[in-house]
């Protein structure tokens, strides 16, 4: 995983003075808390902006009806009171405060029963006629104050409260605010119950894997869907096979292993035993004839202990990955192989045929296993006898490597199992060898997306075949 942010720190000591370091949100926490936060974000934004649109209308309603009852006051008829002429619209003022504004002695004539709205310089200036209308918000009464022209000198005044829309405003904002928070909390519920569905097959992949780790048990976990979890499960339980035929090779591997080293082992214990016995005093000596067939015994036993481990250790070589392939002119390594083959064949001769072949691989891995088929053939082949060795595609995007000798062939029932680990048919079993050179060559084979055959050639020995992917030099 990627880094993930720090939530808080604590210094904890446990009893052997081991430390906790930084604790972290957990994934299904921050998926609570992102779909918190963008829900939270949004309902933030869609409040706000509903708010703002609320507001703009009321506050223009508040005009517009001040507006038009400002219109109405200047257009109404005087009234005649017990005092004096007054606008009509003097006694309908009940909820507005409403004034008559002389703009040269400043006098502010308005209802007795009411009280007079705020005046500035910018009513002043509509009743003299230097403004043609004037509408402010007055913050000492929280009013809306508008004023009209009347003519000769005056204007109409009028201040309507603010409270009653300020309220709904912030009944508004109540409202928003309630419905905002439940929907961030619905939210945080939907991510929480959202993030344990999803995450429940990491849960399924975290206790394999601390199963795999704790016991070695590599079993596979159930697949449930098909969405990129259940693929994730897939590769999951495709590394836990992986891994388990791997381990299944070695297990296998070292019990062959053990089981071939036990019979050279022990009869090379045995003549170091019968050696180190005539040694001791009093002992009978050895013939010389005896000891000198015991010490070629020992040399063959260790040649037949080296060539097998060598072998094995070139398996278990085989066996690991390789990060980095290299381009392989096959026509180059098999010519490689036979010059080797050609210091150790005697009088065999060997017939070669060669068509230029790439592919990209272990330039090593490939020599050896070509070396290997060459070495069976000279081994079974009789002297003065030749070996065929043939590469050649085959037009499909393969080619072969065929290498047949004129020994006396390979029989039907073991044709099947010629490349199985430390197989040794009957006629092969008084020769010398591991019974791993030909499974190199299957490894060597596989391991570059190719594969191997057996069968008799027409010379009546055995033909040997390795099939790999490329394209022609």
Known sequence: MTDEPTVSTVDVSDPRGQRWGTRRFSLRG??????????????????????????????????????????????SPQVQTQLQQVPGAFLASADLKIGQLNGWTEALAYPQAGSPPPVSQSELDVATGRSAQSLRTDQKTDTRVIALPMGHGEAMVLALSMAPTQRTLNELAVVL????????????????????????????????????????????IPVSGDDELARLTHSFNTMLGTVADSQERQRRLVADAGHELRTPLTSLRTN?????????????????????????????????????IGDLVELARQDEPRE?????????????????????????????????????????????????????????????????????????GTAVVEVADAGPGIAEEDLPKVFDRFYRSAEARTLPGSGLGLAIVQNAAERHGGAVYANRAPEGGALLTIRLPGEPG
């Open 272 to 308: 170091l035993e019968l050696l180190l016995s005539a040694d001791r005093p009093g002992a009978p000596s050895l013939p010389a004839e005896d000891r000198a067939e015991i010490e070629t015994d020992i040399r063959g036993q260790l040649d037949e202990l080296t060539q097998l």
């Open 30 to 75: 921050r998926v609570t808390l992102l779909a918190a936060a963008c829900v939270a974000g949004a309902v933030a934004l869609v409040s706000l902006c509903a708010y703002l649109i609320v507001q703009s209308n009321l506050y223009q309603q508040l005009d517009d009806n001040l507006l038009a009852r400002a219109n109405a006051a200047v257009n």
């Open 177 to 220: 605010f309630l419905v905002g928070g439940a929907g961030i909390v619905v939210a945080a519920g939907a991510g929480t119950a959202v993030a344990r569905a999803g995450l429940r097959p990491v849960d399924r992949l975290t206790s394999a894997a601390e199963r795999v780790a704790a016991t070695g048990d590599l079993r596979p």
């Open 324 to 396: 980095q392939n290299e381009r392989v002119e096959l026509v180059e390594v098999v010519e490689r192989a036979l010059d080797r083959a050609r210091r150790r064949a005697g009088e065999i001769e060997f017939d070669v045929t060669l068509q230029p072949w790439v592919l990209t691989g272990d330039n090593s891995a490939l020599e050896r296993a070509v070396l290997n088929l060459l070495d069976n053939a000279v081994k079974f082949s009789p002297p003065g006898s030749r070996v065929r060795v043939v590469l050649r595609p085959l037009g499909d």
